[in-house]
């Protein structure tokens, strides 16, 4: 049988994280944590998606994938055993695209510790993602946008959605060595393709302000939502999602009701993805 894959890619991007000024001799905690996006920031996503040679890079924050078959009537279903829910990684602090010049006098206590790390680090992967079919996941965010723009009569396809955020190490080390008052907060993605009559196909996707994700299908990319921007200041929402840094971040209950995107300490929906998939997936399969 053909098959095809749909994927979701998020990642942290350099754009829209200030430059921190290192002729401060001392940084406010705000300032320390976009440092550290900023160096800890992906390159950006080109070209088509491959999952292999994407999962070796380990240069993503997140990462759902799943294949999808034909059968020989042209029904399409998806593939047993082809899903892949996977939180990313933090990688090694890099001074080198912080795209300034300075002294080693004038490197923070954070620049100097963080750049002796070389370590890809593991993301967490909330409990809750999940890859579905035949329904929507119970905590999707899509269920209004598609029946605005599908109706009511639709066939779930497939339904992936991502929970996650940085793991423990980056979230210790945002709190003991850049002094955030905040863990690190859920982030998200989602997308669904749906049968609208039958072999008409429309492809969903959402996910939250930041990080940036791109979605693709049969390695083409159909959909591409920038992150917003980390203003590194005080007020700055992005940075005050997660918990207090004084709550055990292992004692929260897991469990939360209703869209992901309302869900506490998880960032809020970014711009709709909407695309007509039909002649995509005819041609691809």
């Given at each position: 049988m053909a098959s095809i894959e749909i994927a979701c890619v998020s990642w942290i991007d350099i754009e829209n994280i200030p430059q921190p000024a290192f002729y401060k001799p001392i940084f406010d905690w705000e300032s320390a944590v976009a440092l550290g996006l900023r160096a800890t920031s992906n390159p950006r996503p080109t070209g088509p998606f491959v999952r292999a040679s994407t999962i070796a890079k380990k240069h993503y924050r997140g990462l759902s994938a799943s294949r999808?078959?034909?059968?020989?009537?042209?029904?399409?279903?998806?593939?047993?055993?082809?899903?892949?829910?996977?939180?990313?990684?933090?990688?090694?602090?890099?001074?080198?695209?912080l795209g300034v010049n300075?002294?080693?006098?004038?490197?923070?206590?954070?620049?100097a510790w963080l750049t002796t790390d070389k370590e890809f680090h593991e993301g967490e992967k909330h409990q809750q993602s999940s890859i579905v079919s035949g329904k929507l996941h119970?905590?999707?965010?899509?269920?209004?946008?598609?029946?605005?723009?599908?109706?009511?009569?639709f066939r779930v396809i497939v339904n992936a959605l991502l929970k996650f955020r940085a793991g423990?190490?980056?979230?210790?080390?945002?709190?003991?060595?850049?002094?955030?008052?905040?863990?690190?907060?859920?982030?998200?993605?989602?997308?669904?393709?749906?049968?609208?009559?039958?072999?008409?196909?429309?492809?969903?996707?959402?996910?939250?302000?930041?990080?940036?994700h791109k979605w693709y299908i049969a390695g083409q990319e159909v959909g591409y939502v920038p992150q917003m921007a980390v203003l590194a200041s005080p007020g700055d929402p992005m940075l005050r999602a997660g918990l207090p840094k004084d709550v055990p971040i292992?004692?929260?209950?897991?469990?939360?009701?209703?869209?992901?995107?309302?869900?506490p300490n998880a960032l809020a929906p970014g711009e709709l993805i909407v695309f007509n998939a039909t002649s995509l997936i005819r041609s691809a399969m």
């Open positions: 999808l078959v034909k059968t020989a009537e042209g029904a399409v279903f998806r593939e047993v055993g082809g899903d892949l829910s996977d939180p990313g990684y933090t990688p090694p602090f890099d001074a080198q695209i300075y002294s080693v006098e004038k490197m923070t206590a954070l620049v119970r905590h999707s965010v899509l269920a209004d946008d598609i029946h605005r723009h599908g109706g009511n009569d423990r190490y980056t979230d210790e080390v945002g709190i003991e060595k850049a002094g955030s008052k905040f863990h690190v907060p859920w982030v998200w993605h989602e997308f669904a393709l749906v049968e609208l009559g039958k072999y008409n196909y429309k492809f969903f996707g959402r996910a939250s302000r930041f990080p940036s292992e004692l929260v209950s897991s469990q939360c009701d209703g869209p992901v995107g309302k869900h």
